[in-house]
C-alpha cells in the first residue's frame, strides 16, 4: 500500500511540472499522449477497485456478515 501511495505522489509531483500542452504530447514518439495513459492508467485501477468490492461482498455474503 506505501508503494502504490509514493508511486502516485511521485506522479503527481512531475505532473505538476509540465504544462497543461504538454499532456498531448506522446510518452513514446507514436505512442499514447500523457492524458490518454492517465486515462487509462485510472480506468484500469477503478476496474480492479470494482473486482475487488464485488469479491468483498461476496466473501462477506458467505461468511454472514
Avoid at 500500500?1 to 497543461?20: C, F, P, Q, T
Avoid at 461482498?57 to 456478515?65: A, R, V, W, Y
Amino acid at each position: 500500500r506505501n508503494a502504490i501511495l509514493e508511486s502516485k505522489k511521485e506522479i503527481i509531483y512531475e505532473l505538476n511540472k509540465k504544462d497543461d500542452s504538454d499532456l498531448y504530447q506522446p510518452i513514446i514518439e507514436d505512442f499514447s499522449t500523457i492524458y490518454e495513459t492517465i486515462h487509462g492508467h485510472l480506468q484500469h485501477s477503478y476496474y480492479h477497485i470494482g473486482q475487488i468490492a464485488t469479491i468483498r461482498k461476496l466473501i462477506e455474503k458467505s461468511i454472514g456478515k
